[in-house]
C-alpha cells in the first residue's frame, strides 16, 4: 500500500457530553467526512482504548467526568491532539501545547467550534502525514543502496550519505562544499543537465551517463535529480541518485550479445523453413496442378482412378508440409495469433464443407449443428480456429468407416454471457470410428503420436493434427479433452472466451426469407441432419415435420392438401436410403395436384449429371450437404420473392471462361521451374490466353523493352535475379521498358508473414500462393488484362503521345459478395467500415483533388492509391480501377487526361456511397 493512497482518517474522541458526541456524529455524516472514528467518555475508558488501539488524530475535551484531558496525554505518542476546552483558561491552552497539543479550540454554547474542526483535523494529519514521510525519507536515504547527494543551488555538495562515500572513494569532510561538477567524467553531459534543468525545472531528469571517483577511475552510473522548492515556489536545493551499474552493463553487453546470436539462429531457422516451404511446394505445385489439368481431359476409368490417387496422395504430402511447418513455428515460438472480428457461423460452416468430399468418399455422414443461441460475431483468430476444427473433424473422418461425425457447437453458459465483452462457446467433435483405448487416450496430443503403430499404417497421417489443436487451443486460452470408447467413437471438446462483438443489426438473410408459419417438410437420410435442418427452417418462422420416409411423405403430401394445409417447401435427399430423390419427385407430381416449392440437397460427389437434372425436373434450388444456414436461407428466400416459381440454380463447377473470351490478350510467364512454367501455360492457355514463357527474370526485362504484354507472373526466388529485383527494374523508367506500370502478379510458393506485403511494396499488384488455386490465379489475371487491353481516354492534345490511350478498368460500382468476403462474413464489422468510409469518402475526394490542382505526381498518387484500396476494401471494384487508371495517368504526367478522370473518379464515388447506403444490413 502507497504512502498517498486515499482511506478513512482514523480519529479518537474523548469527551463525556452525550450533547457534543452526537453533534459530531451528525457532522461526520452530513459533511460526508471520510472519518474512521470512536468515542471514549472517560478518562479510564481512553486509556483503555488507547492500549489497544492506534490512532492518526486525537480530539480530547478538557474536562471528563473521572479526570481532565492532562490524564491521558501521557498514554498518547506520536499523534497529534486537537483540545478542546469550554472553561477558556489561557493557562490550561498554555499547558496543553507544552505537552504536544497540535491546536487549541474553544467551545461555545452554539458548537460553533464543529465548524472548524474538520479544518484543524485536516491541517492536524497533513503534520502527521510530513513527519511519518520526512521520517521515511531520513531512514531510506541513509539505508539506501545507492549513493544520494545534496547540492544548494550554486550546485555545491552540502550533505552525502554512507554509500555515496563508499562508492566515490571521499570521506564527508573531503566532499562537502565542493562543486558537483568534479564528480563528472564529461564536462559536455554537465553542461546538459544544467540546460535540461532549466527547462524542466522541478520534474527533474534521468540519464545513464560516466562518473568519476576520487582516484580518477570512470564508472557508469544512472543518475536521477530532482529539484527541492523553496516556499515561494523557486529552486531551493537539488537531489541527485546514482547507481552504479558496471555490472548491469556487463550483463546487458552478455544478453546483447546472446539476443544477436539467437536472433541470427532464428533468421537461419525461419529462412530454413520458407526456402524448405519453397522448395517442397515448387514441385508439390506442378504435381496438383497438373493432375488436375489431366482430369479435365477425357480419360478411361482406370485412368481417372489413378490420378484422382496422385492427387490425394499430393494433397496429403502438401497437409503434412504445413503441419510440420506450423509446428516448427510452434515450438519456435513464432507462430502469432490474430484478434479480428469474425463470423463464427461462416468460419465454421466454410471448414466443414472443406472436408465434405472427404466424407462423402467414405460413405458417412458430416453434421455441423451450432446453436442459434450462440453469438455469431466474435472477435479472435478465425484462421486458427478453422484450422482446429479442421484438424480434429479430419482425424474424425479418417478413423470413421460407417455412421457419422459431428460438429457441435454452442454457448457455454448464458447466464454468464457477455461477462466484459467476453463469450464461452463450447466446440464438440463427435464421431462413430474405432475409439481409442483408455491407456492411449492420454498421449494422443503429444508430437508424432497414434493410437499406435498399426494405425499409422493402416490409417496414415504424422501424428501431428492433434498437438498443433492442443497447442492452438492453449494459445487461445483454452483446454482441449478427449473421451473415448474403442469400437464405438470418440468425441473431443474443447472451450475458447472470444471477444462478443455486439450487433443491433438482425440477420439481413433471415429478414428476406421469413416463412411466417409456412408448412415445410423434411425427408433426408440421416436423422439429426434432418433435425439440424428442422431447427434452421424454424428460425425462419416455418412449421417443419421431419419425415422418415417417401410413403410418409407422399402420405402427408396428401393429407395436407385435402385438409387445406398444404405443404408449401420440401428439403428432399437427393438420394436416400432405398430411394432416388427424383423418383419421389416424379411420384409427388403424378400423386399431388400442386407442387410445393423442393430443394434438392446432393453430396459433394455427385456427377454434374445428377445437378443438371434439377433443372429437368423443375425443382426450385439444389444445395450441397452439408447445408449452409445462409445458402438454405437465400434459397427458401428466392423461393417466397418469386412466389413459388420454380427454377433452376445449378452451381457452375468451372473456373474456365468461354472461348474466345481473352483472345489477344498477352501473359508473360517468368518461372525458373520447368514443370511450374507448364503448369501455369496449359491453365492460361486454356482459358484462351497468348502465353509468352521465360525461365529467367533478366530475360523478362530484356524482351519488355521491346514487347508488348498485358500482364506479368513473376516466380519470386529464382538464380540470379529474383522477382523482386526484376520488378524493380521493370518498375524503373530509365531501365527502358516499354511499359513501367505493367501489371506484375507474383506467383510464389514463399508466402510468409510479411512476404506479401514486401512484395506489393516492391510494385507488385497481387499475390497467388503455390499450389495454385486455378480459379484465384485466372481471376487475378482476367482482373489485370482487362485493366490493360481495353482503351479509355485519349489524350487531347497531338503530340507524340496524342495517339496513347489509358486503360479501361471495369467493375461493379459495388460487389456486395467482395465486401462481405474481405469482412470473413463480419456483418458488423462490413457496416462499421461502410460509415467510416462514407464519412472519410470527401475528405479523401479534396485530397485528391488538392493534389491534381498543383500537379503533385508523388502527393497525388499517394492519395489515390490510399483511396483505391479503401474502396477495394469494402467490394467497390469500379471506384478501385477508375483510381488505378489515374495513378498509371499520373505516373506519365498526363495531368489533363487525370482531369478528366477525376470527374469520373467523383461520379464512382458518389454511386458507391448511394449503394452503400442502400445496402440492405
Known amino acids: 500500500m502507497g504512502i498517498e493512497e486515499e482511506r478513512d482518517l482514523k480519529l479518537l474522541l474523548i469527551e463525556d457530553d452525550k450533547v457534543d458526541q452526537m453533534a459530531f456524529k451528525r457532522l461526520v455524516k452530513n459533511d460526508k467526512l471520510h472519518y474512521d472514528f470512536s468515542i471514549a467518555g472517560s478518562v479510564s475508558e481512553a486509556r483503555e482504548i488507547l492500549a489497544k488501539e492506534q490512532f492518526e488524530i486525537v480530539i480530547m475535551d478538557y474536562l471528563l467526568g473521572d ?79 545507492d549513493s544520494v547527494f545534496i547540492t544548494n543551488i550554486d550546485n555545491r555538495i552540502i550533505f552525502v550519505n554512507k554509500v555515496f562515500c563508499t562508492t566515490y572513494g571521499y570521506s564527508e569532510e573531503e566532499i562537502k562544499g565542493r562543486h558537483s561538477r568534479v564528480l563528472w567524467a564529461d564536462e559536455s553531459a554537465y553542461d546538459r543537465l544544467i540546460n535540461s534543468l532549466s527547462s524542466t525545472g522541478q520534474e527533474g531528469w534521468k540519464d545513464e551517463l560516466y562518473h568519476k571517483r576520487n582516484d580518477g577511475s570512470e564508472f557508469p552510473v544512472y543518475l536521477t535529480i530532482s529539484a527541492i522548492a523553496d516556499e515561494r515556489g523557486g529552486e531551493a536545493a537539488f537531489v541527485v541518485v546514482t547507481r552504479d551499474i558496471t555490472d548491469r552493463k556487463k550483463v546487458e553487453e552478455h544478453l546483447r550479445k546472446a539476443k544477436e546470436e539467437a536472433e541470427e539462429a532464428n533468421v537461419a531457422k525461419s529462412d530454413f523453413l520458407a526456402n524448405m516451404s519453397h522448395e517442397i511446394r515448387t514441385p508439390m505445385n506442378a504435381i496438383i496442378g497438373m493432375t488436375d489439368l489431366t482430369l479435365d481431359t477425357i480419360l478411361t476409368k482406370d485412368q481417372r482412378e489413378y490420378l484422382d490417387i496422385v492427387k490425394e496422395s499430393a494433397m496429403s504430402l502438401l497437409s503434412l508440409l504445413n503441419s510440420i511447418l506450423d509446428f516448427s513455428k510452434i515450438e519456435a515460438g513464432k507462430l502469432e495469433l490474430e484478434t479480428i472480428a469474425f463470423d463464427l457461423r461462416y468460419t465454421l460452416e466454410s471448414a466443414v464443407g472443406t472436408l465434405a468430399v472427404q466424407a462423402d468418399r467414405k460413405g458417412i455422414d458430416l453434421l455441423c449443428h451450432i446453436d442459434p443461441k450462440a453469438p455469431n460475431e466474435l472477435g479472435g483468430d478465425p484462421g ?101 470408447t474403442v469400437g464405438e467413437g470418440s468425441s473431443f471438446h474443447f472451450t475458447l472466451l472470444l471477444d462478443h462483438v455486439k450487433s443491433s443489426a438482425q440477420d439481413r438473410v433471415t429478414q428476406q426469407g421469413a416463412l411466417h408459419g409456412m408448412e415445410c417438410m423434411i425427408l433426408v437420410s440421416n436423422q439429426l441432419n434432418g433435425q439440424i435442418i428442422k431447427e434452421m427452417l424454424t428460425e425462419m418462422g416455418g412449421n417443419v415435420n421431419v419425415l422418415e420416409n417417401s410413403e410418409e411423405l407422399l402420405s402427408e403430401l396428401m393429407r395436407g392438401f385435402e385438409s387445406g394445409r398444404q405443404c408449401e417447401l420440401l428439403i428432399l435427399d437427393c438420394r436416400l436410403n432405398g430411394a432416388d430423390g427424383f423418383r419421389i419427385v416424379d411420384r409427388i407430381k403424378k400423386s399431388c395436384q400442386k407442387q410445393p416449392g423442393i430443394i434438392m440437397l446432393f453430396n459433394t460427389n455427385h456427377r454434374r449429371g445428377d445437378l ?30 418469386q412466389g413459388g416459381k420454380k427454377q433452376s440454380d445449378c452451381p457452375n463447377n468451372s473456373v474456365y471462361p468461354k472461348a474466345g473470351a481473352n483472345k489477344g490478350r498477352r501473359v508473360l510467364i517468368v518461372d525458373d521451374d520447368k514443370n511450374n512454367l507448364r503448369l501455369l501455360m496449359e491453365i492460361l492457355r486454356k482459358a484462351g490466353y497468348f502465353v509468352k514463357p521465360l525461365k529467367s527474370a533478366q530475360a523478362a526485362v530484356d524482351i519488355l523493352k521491346h514487347e508488348n504484354f498485358d500482364v506479368v507472373l513473376m516466380d519470386i526466388q529464382m538464380p540470379g535475379m529474383d522477382g523482386i529485383e526484376a520488378t524493380e527494374m521493370i518498375r524503373n523508367s530509365k531501365n527502358g521498358v516499354k511499359n513501367p506500370d505493367i501489371p506484375i502478379i507474383a506467383v510464389t510458393a514463399k508466402v510468409i508473414k510479411g512476404d506479401r506485403e514486401r512484395y506489393l511494396a516492391s510494385g507488385m499488384v497481387d499475390v497467388i500462393s503455390k499450389p495454385l488455386d486455378s480459379e484465384k ?92 484500396e479503401a474502396a477495394a476494401g ?25 482531369r478528366i478522370l477525376y470527374k469520373r473518379l467523383e461520379s464512382h464515388l458518389l454511386s458507391l456511397v448511394k449503394e452503400m447506403e442502400s445496402f440492405d444490413r
Open 67 to 145: 479526570g481532565t484531558a492532562f490524564d491521558v496525554f501521557s498514554c498518547i505518542k506520536n499523534t497529534p491532539i486537537i483540545f478542546i476546552s469550554g472553561a477558556g483558561d489561557e493557562e490550561i491552552a498554555v499547558k496543553a501545547m507544552k505537552l504536544g497539543a497540535y491546536d487549541y479550540l474553544i467551545k461555545d454554547p452554539d458548537r460553533n467550534y464543529l465548524k472548524v474542526l474538520p479544518v484543524n483535523i485536516e491541517k492536524a494529519g497533513k503534520q502527521k502525514k510530513a513527519e511519518r514521510q520526512f521520517q521515511i525519507l531520513s531512514h531510506a536515504i541513509m539505508s539506501i543502496n
Open 384 to 484: 486458427r480456429l478453422r484450422q482446429i476444427i479442421m484438424n480434429l473433424l479430419g482425424n474424425a473422418i479418417k478413423f470413421t468407416d460407417k455412421g457419422e461425425v459431428l460438429l457441435k457447437v454452442s454457448l457455454a453458459d448464458v447466464a454468464k454471457d457477455d461477462i466484459d465483452g467476453k463469450v464461452k462457446i463450447n466446440f464438440f467433435v463427435r464421431d462413430t470410428g474405432i475409439g481409442i483405448p483408455g491407456d492411449k487416450l492420454n498421449k494422443i496430443f503429444e508430437s508424432f503420436t497414434q493410437e499406435d503403430t498399426s494405425t499409422t499404417r493402416k490409417y496414415g497421417g504424422s501424428g501431428l493434427g492433434l498437438t498443433i489443436s492442443n497447442r492452438l487451443v492453449k494459445m487461445m486460452g483454452g483446454e482441449i479433452e478427449a473421451v473415448s
Open 612 to 641: 443438371n437434372k434439377c433443372h429437368e425436373a423443375g425443382l426450385s434450388d439444389c444445395l450441397m450437404k452439408p447445408v449452409k444456414r445462409d445458402a438454405l436461407f437465400k434459397a427458401v428466400g428466392k423461393i417466397l420473392k
Open 777 to 868: 490465379l485466372l481471376a487475378s489475371v482476367k482482373r489485370f488484362t482487362e485493366a490493360a487491353s481495353d482503351t479509355g481516354v485519349e489524350k487531347a492534345n497531338n503530340d507524340d503521345d496524342s495517339q496513347e490511350r489509358l486503360p479501361r478498368l471495369e467493375g461493379d460500382i459495388f460487389n456486395r459478395d467482395a465486401a462481405l468476403m474481405s469482412f470473413d462474413g463480419n456483418v458488423t464489422a462490413l457496416n462499421e467500415s461502410f460509415k467510416s468510409f462514407i464519412k472519410d469518402s470527401s475528405s479523401m475526394l479534396d485530397s485528391v483533388k488538392s493534389a491534381l490542382d498543383v500537379e503533385d505526381e508523388v502527393a497525388l498518387e499517394e492519395r489515390l492509391i490510399s483511396l483505391k
Open 874 to 898: 469494402i467490394g467497390g471494384h469500379l471506384l478501385r480501377d477508375e483510381a488505378f487508371r489515374m495513378v498509371l495517368a499520373s505516373r506519365k504526367g498526363r495531368f489533363d487526361d487525370c
